[in-house]
């Protein structure tokens, strides 16, 4: 070996470039937190802006997509270092498994219709993302047992209309904006026009498919009828991540009194 190989300030310089170069890519790069979506096979996601990753580009369009309290959208608002968008119930509970492993908080959104902007913007001040549900939208209708299974992402439009493709018997008790989120509405109880022949969203609930924080999935048969009662009301993003919902369907009466309001109208109420 040549003298020059056995000077230590040789070495020193060696190790000073190679721990500066892997830190700029720590940095750069974002290494935990995709390696982290890569081994939990969340295909679906968009870092922050940030990071150089491909998937930043699409960033500020799903921050915003539904996003509903613009108060929240603000620059001086914390931003979630990624957006999870699952693409099934494995991909949610890997998730949530990732995150928790990264200590990253949790913000769950579904229609994004919070008024407070919860399903934006963290409680604290710690790093967080943001899982939105959207591509868990499906709707399993069954007539047969009078009821429908709705992924926790859905909106109410989207489980009105599979009901009404199968059949216009049947409908659900549920709020009036289409672009509510099934999920955080069924939480907090769920007002509609036809509460006063059944009642809320949340008095028409079969089951439910929880996961928890150590990502298993559980059923109101697992979960018990405390936590099953606590969902229905207790405010969404509490008790775990709402995967689906099975709601019970009802008979639209014959007779219906609507108030129909036109485009201008509607938007300017209830001024
Ligand atoms: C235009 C408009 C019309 C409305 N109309 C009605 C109405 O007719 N009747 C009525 O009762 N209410 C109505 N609401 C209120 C609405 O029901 C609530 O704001 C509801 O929480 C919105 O649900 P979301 O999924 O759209 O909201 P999001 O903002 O997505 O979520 C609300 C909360 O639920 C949590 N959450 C979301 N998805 C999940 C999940 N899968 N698992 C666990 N937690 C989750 C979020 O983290 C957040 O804390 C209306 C609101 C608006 C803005
Ligand atoms: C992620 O989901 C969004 C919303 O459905 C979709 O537009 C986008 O193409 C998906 N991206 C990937 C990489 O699958
Ligand atoms: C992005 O970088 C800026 C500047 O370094 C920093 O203040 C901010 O917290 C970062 N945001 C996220 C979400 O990482």
Redesign the pocket.
């Known amino acids: 070996m040549s003298k020059f190989h056995k000077d230590p300030i040789f070495f020193l310089q060696i190790f000073i470039f190679l721990s500066q170069f892997t830190n700029i890519l720590s940095q750069t790069t974002d290494f935990p937190i995709i390696n982290c979506f890569n081994n939990h096979k969340i295909t679906n996601f968009t870092l922050h802006p940030n990071s150089t990753h491909i998937s930043s580009i699409h960033y500020n369009h799903f921050l915003k997509f539904?996003l509903?309290n613009l108060r929240v959208a603000k620059d001086s608002t914390p931003k979630p270092t990624a957006i999870i968008l699952p693409e099934s119930k494995e991909q949610l509970a890997n998730s949530v498994l990732c995150c928790r492993g990264l200590s990253l908080e949790i913000?769950?959104?579904?229609?994004?219709?919070?008024?407070e902007?919860?399903?934006?913007i963290p409680r604290g001040n710690n790093p967080f993302v943001i899982i939105d549900?959207m591509n868990l939208n499906r709707v399993i209708v069954d007539l047969e047992s009078e009821s429908a299974w709705v992924e926790?992402?859905a909106?109410l439009g989207e489980l009105y209309s599979a009901i009404a493709a199968h059949s216009s018997y049947y409908g659900f008790p549920?709020?009036?904006?289409p672009?509510?989120?099934?999920?955080?509405?069924f939480?907090?109880?769920?007002?509609?026009v036809l509460g006063r022949k059944y009642g809320?969203?949340a008095d028409n609930m079969l089951d439910v498919g929880l996961i928890d924080a150590e990502g298993r999935v559980m059923g109101r048969a697992e979960m018990g009828e405390e936590i099953f009662w606590a969902l229905r009301g207790g405010?969404?993003?509490?008790?775990?991540?709402?995967?689906g919902w099975k709601v019970q369907l009802v008979h639209v009466p014959k007779g219906l009194l609507a108030l129909v309001l036109n485009k201008a109208q509607f938007m300017s109420w209830p001024n």
């Open positions: 539904s509903q913000i769950i959104r579904c229609g994004g219709h919070s008024y902007g919860i399903s934006s549900m926790g992402g909106t549920a709020g009036l904006g672009t509510v989120g099934v999920s955080g509405h939480s907090g109880g769920g007002i509609g809320l969203s405010g969404g993003g509490n008790f775990g991540v709402v995967y």
